[in-house]
């Protein structure tokens, strides 16, 4: 079968313009044609295109528009993304493509990688400010009537001396690695030049003695002229502005162009503001989000001559975000809308939000109709929830409730923003709010940690209707918490390894083999996993269905969303996590749609391995629909109630090996006893409705009266780079356990020989069964330096 071809209309150079709906359209630039199938590599399609536009194959960015939805650009980054946008438009012979430099130059479209800012009022089409246009009051040297208040003091290392506007041979060298001396050279004309403000003229004199080199001072500044000199004594440049009258613009009217300081004054150090260097970093942040202040710092002393330290960066980052982004402030005044449009666009959904006695923030929930619908139709009733750190700049917690459809691949349904994760009402907020937007009509198992609020909270709000299957993660890292410092590093890893094969055990006698491991380690730590409720956690126990799911943080990838969109203000991150959901819902739906299996990818993989384990079984019938099974161990298998004694069918939803041979005994179809959850059809139900895009929320038209009014929470994070809170938590990964220090002379943990206490150096090690591991056998000396040991498992170690 031919590969599907598809023609691609390449733009570059062109304008994007939004549309009162939010649409975008595209006009200018040059257009290129080029040929594309399935087969073609992003690789050789960026060098094409390369060669075309004169970009850098690095240095470029490719997007085009989802079927349909003209406000939501996707980009292409590698080979599966070219793949998917062609299936996307499988059943058309061409699509638009917009390509565009990495480093935001004049070339690139003015769109964001990023949905559009609900915290803004600059549109996408605004969003870019050239270089020739007035940013603002920015803050220059002795100005009086800057609003700045902060400013930064950042050094101009530009050795080489410009003298009035010839240049010698060493600053046209110069010039050629110095962007600032390039754009900026020509800010300021002479006299008769015109400017709309006195905020423009100070913008462009501020760029001017950055191009060339000296500092200034205002002689004179007021509502209607102002007078500057340069710095250096005795040198004569001079500049004389004023209000051209009956008019707003203001023009030069003296100017002496002529320097005699060779920019020495320049040498002792240029004050600028954050603002300032926001304004010069802000289209490169839009276009890298991950740009780093020490990048910054090396792009700032490359292109403009101008030293920062990292502090300065990260400052003027921050101020550059706002730009972009908006105002944190006004995200949170811009909540009661922004629900409002939720619910206008994707109806069906609830979103909501609580405010304290102050009106500060407190907590907003959101469950999208998609999201809903889906659950309903398709999940299995099994949800996990985990609450995520947020970085921002008003710290708070993202609670999440999230599902498995029936490829096992994570399922987003609720998330909230809370300003505070300890509080226990939040916890009970959040699920009652959860079970009013998807009600279940059976038990449902929710996988969540075990602290006394949620737990009380999963009580109150769910009842007897749910079972509480405590995250096997909380309960590792309890249990190593509760061991540290009392036996060493290999003695607690061996422990929890234990613990976790514990918990995978399918029959009792595992369970009870794996805790007398334990026991030959530490009696104390046997006691502490027999009083753990291990009804809540162990398999053989527990009374609910979790699929063999054991940890509550289900999936890496709205760990990941979140992760590119903490820092964001409140609305714009929540914006970003529905464009996530809405493209994830819509990619799905598409693959799946493709598929020729009863059985979803996944799951006829895992049927198929069973029916291969199968094939040298003997099958003895019992009585009616009960079956003995030999194969490695002798088990029964019970096909009327979907019932095997290895507890594999149960614990998993599907036949296990032992059942398989029945069936293939029986003639049967072993797709008529798997669980329906599994079902290719059952897959395409939860992904079968659609996320909507929303429009920019800026708050109440004229006229429209103001919903609530809400202001930002009290608590704010501590000044300078984010903690490490979000970074803390991985799906899938499981506590690492640090070597601890141990002491040549007592044998003790947790000291060195050093600060030891003991007087006498000890070298029987035969009292101290802590040092010993399982089999008897001596550990070593740990060395004084922690390591960190990760303990190698995962969900599908003991399938």
């Known amino acids: 079968m031919s590969e599907k071809k598809i023609i691609a209309i390449c733009q570059s150079g062109g304008v994007f313009q939004t549309e009162k709906d939010g649409s975008m359209t595209y006009s200018g630039g040059e257009a290129y044609a080029v040929d594309l199938d399935t087969e073609t590599k992003v690789i050789d399609f960026k060098q094409d295109l390369a060669e075309t536009f004169g970009y850098n194959v690095d240095n470029m960015l490719i997007k085009y528009f989802l079927p349909g939805n003209k406000k939501t ?23 638009d493509v917009f390509v565009m430099p990495l480093d935001g130059g004049t070339a690139a479209p003015n769109v964001s990688n990023t949905p559009a800012s609900r915290s803004s009022r600059t549109t996408v089409s605004e969003a870019v400010v050239l270089v020739s246009s007035p940013v603002g009051t920015s803050q220059t040297d002795n100005d009086p009537d800057t609003n700045e208040t902060n400013p930064l003091d950042i050094v101009i290392q530009n050795e080489a001396a410009p003298v009035s506007f010839a240049y010698g041979s060493n600053w046209e060298n110069e010039k050629q690695h110095n962007k600032a001396a390039i754009q900026w050279e020509n800010t300021i004309t002479g006299v008769e030049q015109r400017f709309s403000s006195f905020a423009e003229f100070r913008e462009a004199l501020h760029k001017f003695s950055i191009a060339h080199g000296f500092r200034y001072k205002y002689k004179k ?14 040198c004569p440049w001079r500049i004389y502005v004023s209000r051209l009258p009956t008019t707003h613009l203001i023009r030069i009217k003296k100017m002496n162009p002529e320097h005699t300081c060779n920019g020495v004054a320049a040498k002792a150090g240029y004050r600028a503001t954050k603002g300032w260097v926001g304004n010069i970093i802000k289209e490169k ?59 206008e666009t994707n109806p069906g959904s609830l979103a909501t939000f609580d405010t304290k ?18 659950f309903q139709h398709g999940c299995r009733p099994l949800i996990f929830l985990d609450d995520i750190p947020l970085d921002a700049k008003y710290q708070g917690t993202l609670l999440i409730a999230t599902a498995a459809d029936g490829d096992d691949g994570v399922f987003p349904l609720a998330f909230a923003v809370v300003d505070d994760e300890t509080d226990d009402d939040n916890w009970f907020w959040f699920l009652s709010k959860l079970k009013s937007a998807a009600p279940m009509s059976q038990p449902i198992t929710l996988v969540a940690n075990f602290t006394k609020g949620l737990k009380d909270s999963i009580a109150n709000v769910f009842g007897g209707e749910c079972f509480h299957a405590y995250c096997l993660r909380y309960i590792a890292e309890k249990l190593n918490d509760d061991l540290k410092g009392r036996f060493s590093h290999e003695a607690r890893r061996l422990m929890v390894q234990d613990l976790y094969a514990a918990a995978y055990a399918p029959k009792l006698e595992g369970f009870e083999q ?105 099958v003895f019938p019992s009585q009616n629909n009960i079956f003995e099974v030999h194969g490695d161990s002798v088990e ?71 919903l609530v009014i809400v202001t930002p929470p009290p608590a704010k994070r501590a000044p300078g780079k984010p903690g490490r809170r979000a970074k803390l938590k991985q799906a899938g990964s499981l506590e690492l356990i640090r070597r601890q220090m141990q002491c040549s002379k007592c044998r003790g943990l947790g000291h060195n020989k050093k600060t ?30 922690p390591e960190v040991l990760p303990i190698q498992m995962d969900e599908d170690t003991h399938r």
């Not at 029987?764 to 330096?785: C, I, K, Q, W, Y």
Request: aromatic content about 12%; glycine content about 4%.
């Open 73 to 95: 650009l996707i980009t292409i980054s590698k080979d599966k993304d070219l793949k998917r946008m062609i299936n996307f438009f499988s059943n058309a012979d061409q699509v």
């Open 221 to 234: 500044s007021d509502s209607h002229r102002v007078s500057v000199k340069c710095k250096a004594e005795g």
């Open 285 to 343: 942040l839009k276009a890298t989000p991950n740009y780093k202040p020490k990048d910054i710092v090396a792009d700032i002393k490359r292109e403009y001559g101008v030293q920062l330290n990292y502090s300065q960066a990260w400052r003027a980052k921050g101020i550059a975000k706002e730009q972009l982004q908006g105002s944190y402030k006004e995200a949170y005044s811009q909540l009661p809308f922004f629900c409002q449009k939720i619910t």
């Open 357 to 374: 006695e102050d009106s500060s923030f407190h907590r907003f929930f959101v469950s999208f109709h998609a999201s809903i619908s889906g």
């Open 514 to 618: 794996y805790a007398q491991d334990i026991k030959a380690i530490s009696p104390e730590a046997y006691d502490w996993v027999v009083n753990s409720e291990p009804q809540h956690w162990a398999n053989v126990f527990f009374d609910g269905t979790r699929y063999n799911h054991m940890t509550s943080n289900f999936g890496q990838l709205f760990y990941d969303w979140v992760s590119d969109a903490v820092e964001l203000p409140i609305t714009h991150m929540i914006d970003v996590l529905r464009g996530k959901l809405m493209e994830l819902i819509y990619t799905r739906r598409v693959d799946s749609n493709r598929w020729t299996t009863t059985l979803t990818p996944s799951m006829e993989e895992k049927l198929k391995t069973e029916a291969s384990k199968a094939q040298s079984f003997q």
């Open 636 to 706: 029964m298998v019970d096909i009327s109630q979907w019932d095997c004694s290895c507890k594999g069918w149960q614990l998993t939803g599907l036949p296990c090996c032992h059942a398989i041979a029945v069936f293939e005994g029986m003639g049967r179809n072993v797709y008529d006893y798997c669980s329906r959850y599994f079902m290719a059809e059952s897959y395409r139900k939860t992904y079968a409705e659609s996320i909507y895009p929303i429009p920019d929320v800026e708050g109440p038209l004229d006229g429209e009266d103001i």
């Open 756 to 785: 030891c206490k003991e007087g006498v150096e000890i070298h029987d090690t035969s009292s101290n069964p802590e040092v010993l591991n399982r089999e008897g056998v001596e550990t070593h000396e740990a060395s004084s330096t």
